[in-house]
C-alpha cells in the first residue's frame, strides 16, 4: 500500500515505509489489519483501538490522522495523532495570566505503537514534519520517561533537525495500584496506623447516616444519565470547574460518549451517597486488564467528612471484588493518590516545536512563568504560607 508521499528506509533485509491515513478514510481492510495487529500485540491505552478513537472523535474524524508502518506488505505497526486548538496558559500558580493559542498536533495514548527501531521512529518523524502542515507543535502529554519513543526523541539527530524541543515540567509519577490478592491483603499491605487513619475516616463518614451511606457503581446504559446529572450537580460546586474549567458537564455530546462506553462495557463511575445525596464521584472506565480513573470532584460541604478517601476505598474494595482488572490506574501524581498506590513511573510531557518567531515566543513566556511560579512557591514554602494560600484559593473559588 505505497503512495507517492511514502518514505522507504532499509533495515537490514526489510524495507518500511509509512502510509498517513484521516481516520474517515480508513478502509474496512485496513480496520481489520489494524485490529488485528492491537489484539496480537496488545496494548494499554484504549487510544490505540480503532472503536474508542472512532466514538472520542466522531465529530471531528477528519481531526485525526493514523500512520502505518509497513515491513514489506505486512502492517507493523500505527500512530495516531489528532490536530487541536489547545492554547498554552500563561500562569502563576494556579491563577492564568493569558492564553496563547496553539496547533497541537497529540499523540494519542502516550506512544506509537511500533517496533523499538530507530528507523521506524526516525521515518515516522520525519513523514509527519512533511505531511502535517497545520500545527505549531508536536505534543506529547503522558509518554513513559524509560520507554524507547522517550529516548528517541530526546538524544536523535533527526529530532534535532526538524524541531525545537520543550519540556515544560519536569517528569512526574503516574500512580498505579496492582491488584493481587484480595482486598483484605491489599489493606495488609499498610502499616497499622495508616490503616486506622482510613478506618476512622470511613466511620466519621457513615456516622452521619448510619446504614445509609453507599459506593454505587454505574455501567450501564440505563444509569448514564442518572449518574452524570449528580456528578454534574456535585461538579459544578468544584474549585476544579470554577477555576480551572474542568469538571462534568450535562450536554448531548457527554451523555453520548458515556451511552457509548456503557454500551461496549467499558464505563465504570461510581458515585458516594449519604441518604439519597450524592457527595462526591469518579468517572473512570475499564479497558483491557486496567480501570482508569478520569476525572472526580467531592461537594465542598463535604470536605471536613473525608469523602475523596472513603470513595476511593470503596471504588477499591469493588474492584478487588466485581470484574477485578490487573491494575488501577490513577493516573498523573497527587497526594490524594500516592496513599492508595502500590507502584508508579515516571512520565513526562514533551513539546517539539516548530522553529519560528511566534513558538519562540511560546515557549519564552512559558518558561519565564514557570520560573516565576517556582520562585513565588519558594518564597511562600520559606515562611509557611503555600499551603494556607492555595487552600485559601480553592476554598473561594468553590464558593463563588
Not at 65 to 90: C, D, H, I, N
Amino acid at each position: 500500500m505505497k503512495t507517492e508521499s511514502t518514505l522507504e528506509m532499509e533495515q537490514g533485509t526489510d524495507t518500511y515505509h509509512v502510509d498517513r491515513v484521516e481516520m474517515d478514510k480508513i478502509s474496512p481492510d485496513l480496520l481489520l489489519q489494524w485490529s488485528a495487529l492491537l489484539k496480537r500485540n496488545g496494548s494499554e491505552s484504549p487510544m490505540h483501538d480503532p472503536q474508542w478513537l472512532s466514538e472520542c472523535f466522531c465529530d471531528k474524524p477528519r481531526d485525526v490522522s493514523v500512520y502505518f508502518l509497513y515491513r514489506g506488505e505486512l502492517l507493523a505497526g500505527f500512530a495516531p495523532f489528532v490536530t487541536t486548538q489547545w492554547p498554552v496558559k500563561l500562569q502563576l500558580g494556579e491563577i492564568t495570566l493569558a492564553r496563547l493559542p496553539l496547533n497541537r498536533l497529540r499523540l494519542l495514548g502516550g506512544s506509537a505503537h511500533f517496533p523499538e527501531d530507530p528507523a521506524a521512529y526516525t521515518m515516522l518523524f520525519r513523514e509527519v514534519a512533511a505531511r502535517e502542515g497545520n500545527f505549531d507543535a508536536l505534543y506529547l502529554d503522558d509518554a513513559a520517561v524509560d520507554s524507547f519513543l522517550w529516548r528517541f526523541l530526546e538524544s536523535s539527530p533527526i529530532i534535532d533537525g526538524l524541531f525545537s524541543r520543550y519540556q515544560p515540567e519536569a517528569p512526574a509519577p503516574r500512580v498505579l495500584l496492582r491488584l493481587n490478592g484480595s482486598f483484605d491483603d491489599y489493606m495488609g499491605t499498610f502499616s497499622s496506623k495508616h490503616r486506622q487513619t482510613l478506618r476512622r475516616k470511613a466511620r466519621k463518614f457513615q456516622d452521619v447516616a448510619p446504614g445509609e451511606t453507599r459506593c454505587i457503581r454505574c455501567t450501564t446504559p440505563e444509569e448514564v444519565d442518572g449518574f452524570l446529572e449528580k456528578a454534574a450537580a456535585i461538579s459544578e460546586k468544584t474549585y476544579q470547574q470554577k477555576l480551572l474549567g474542568g469538571g462534568v458537564r450535562v450536554d448531548e455530546k457527554t451523555r453520548a460518549h458515556h451511552s457509548y462506553l456503557a454500551r461496549h462495557g467499558w464505563m465504570r463511575s461510581y458515585l458516594l451517597v449519604s441518604k439519597d445525596t450524592p457527595c462526591a464521584f469518579v468517572t473512570g472506565y475499564q479497558y483491557g486488564s486496567r480501570y482508569y480513573l478520569d476525572d472526580m470532584g467531592y461537594d465542598p460541604a463535604w470536605r471536613d467528612y473525608s469523602v475523596g478517601t472513603v470513595l476511593q476505598l470503596g471504588i477499591i474494595e469493588d474492584l478487588f471484588g466485581y470484574d477485578p482488572p490487573a491494575i488501577y490506574d490513577l493516573g498523573e501524581y497527587g497526594p490524594h493518590k500516592e496513599e492508595f498506590a502500590t507502584d508508579n513511573y515516571l512520565q513526562g510531557k514533551l513539546f517539539l516545536f516548530r522553529r519560528g518567531v511566534y513558538t519562540h515566543f511560546v515557549r519564552t513566556g512559558h518558561k519565564a512563568c514557570n520560573a516565576s511560579t517556582e520562585a513565588v512557591s519558594g518564597l511562600l514554602e520559606r515562611f509557611g504560607w503555600k499551603a494556607w494560600l492555595k487552600k485559601t484559593i480553592r476554598m473561594w473559588s468553590s464558593r463563588s
